[in-house]
């Protein structure tokens, strides 16, 4: 299943030009989104879309909206911060002996969340998830597992996160899986004590945290994100996440081409004479994020480290290829990091946004991949199809399409 490839995005503080305004498509399936800097005060958090989500009491009617959460196409199950909830509180998930559920997620860039797993009713626009499972991300009195710590950053916090939570609706329809009924060594649950004795659990799938997107009654097959397009850089952008695939008059595939996903959930990504097999597009990076040793990296005393930093705006271009053979060819433009963050201050929508994800051309793992982030969403309709769910195209799910 995919791996969690998210979240923990390159954030650097970042006015701009214009982008074309959206109209919401009727329904009660569509949910706004935004990109507009985040709920941290004084903090800029660029290319990230956030929305609200609704948490309920499971059959109650005591709930409380959470806005500034994260919308993540690259990791699955709603994460919301502890301190979020100050007038909620939701009942956890019970373990064996006297222990509560806890629910680890790693991200690529070594930070991690950590938290109790909580039942709640997810609602979002007209639709449901009702009894979910989601992780309530806390930093706890005792010692957090190593084997969820692992020597990384626990963004346990607003300011840490960028956010108040992250709403993940990826590919699948759970954040583990069957692998996680039968092992620990996943190491996404754990079953903790009040006095913090901690150990790896497995737990049935059925209690794991799940994409709340197959937790409706309807429209529960996957997602569309439409952003409106961006012309280089813009103080904001505004969209829609739409639910469901094929099922209502407004989430129709169209033309759009299907790229399925291969057993680890990748696609490839042929650039620069390269075969990125470990591939992916997840709203969650605010940037493409790819491996190009030709082009110079921003200085870690810079704004923006790790970005690309080419001395002039680069336009290049990718073949997409699915599991299915599918192809298209994407064109894209890499600018200057450090000079966009310093020209364009409190700007949260940037299309050029762009950053190294290795130290050489295509190395182990995520380093052969392409991370088409945030910027790849502007002016597109992106669809996200949920695995074993039922889905209009003929051709069975998880895949992407554009």
């Known amino acids: 299943m995919l791996a969690v490839i998210s979240a923990g995005a390159l954030v650097a503080c970042g006015g701009g030009s214009s982008s074309s ?9 569509v949910q706004a989104i935004a990109v507009n800097g985040g709920p941290v005060a004084g903090v800029n958090y660029e290319d990230a879309a956030f929305t609200s989500v609704t ?3 499971p059959n109650t009617s005591s709930c409380q909206t959470v806005d500034g959460v994260l ?10 911060l502890g301190s979020a909830l100050s007038s909620l509180s939701l009942p956890q998930l019970a373990g064996s002996g006297g222990t509560d559920y806890y629910n680890c997620v790693n991200f690529v860039d070594g930070s991690y969340l950590w938290g109790e797993v909580a ?22 009195a005792f010692t957090i597992p190593t084997a969820c710590s692992n020597g990384g950053l626990n963004e346990d916090n607003q300011s840490a996160l960028g956010a108040n939570g992250i709403l993940g609706v990826g590919s699948y329809p759970q954040d583990c899986g069957p692998a996680c009924a039968t092992s620990t060594s996943p190491d996404y649950y754990f079953t903790c004590a009040s006095s913090g004795s901690c150990q790896g659990a497995t737990i049935p799938v059925t209690q794991q945290l799940i994409n709340p997107v197959i937790g409706f009654t309807k429209d529960n097959n996957g997602v569309i994100i439409a952003l409106q397009s961006v012309d280089g850089e813009a103080a904001t952008a505004t969209g829609n996440m739409i639910f469901g695939i094929g099922t209502e008059s407004n989430n129709a595939l169209g033309s759009a081409t299907v790229y399925t996903l291969d057993s680890d959930g990748f696609f490839t990504t042929n650039f620069n004479s390269q075969s990125l097999t470990a591939s992916f597009i997840d709203s969650g990076s605010n940037s493409y994020d790819f491996p190009d040793s030709s082009i110079p990296v921003c200085g870690s005393n810079t704004i923006a480290p790790g970005f690309y930093c080419p001395t002039s705006t680069l336009n290049l271009s990718a073949q997409t290829v699915g599991a299915n053979g599918a192809q298209g060819t994407v064109g894209f433009s890499v600018d200057n990091a450090v000079d966009d963050f310093t020209n364009f201050g409190g700007v949260a929508a940037l299309a050029n ?19 088409w982030g945030l910027p790849f969403f502007f002016g597109r309709n992106i669809f996200v199809s949920i695995d074993g769910q039922s889905v209009p195209s003929g051709v069975a799910a ?5």
């Open 353 to 371: 946004l762009a950053g190294s994800n290795a130290s050489d051309k295509c190395g182990p793992g995520i380093s052969c991949g392409f991370d």
């Open 71 to 80: 919308v993540d196409t690259g990791s699955v199950g709603l994460r919301i």
């Open 55 to 57: 948490l309920c009491v």
């Open 21 to 29: 305004t959206t109209t919401s498509p009727p329904g009660d399936n």
């Open 119 to 140: 039942q709640a009713d997810v609602e979002m626009a007209g639709e449901k998830a009702s009894s979910a499972s989601i992780q309530v991300i806390e930093n706890p």
């Open 398 to 402: 998880p895949w992407w399409a554009y």
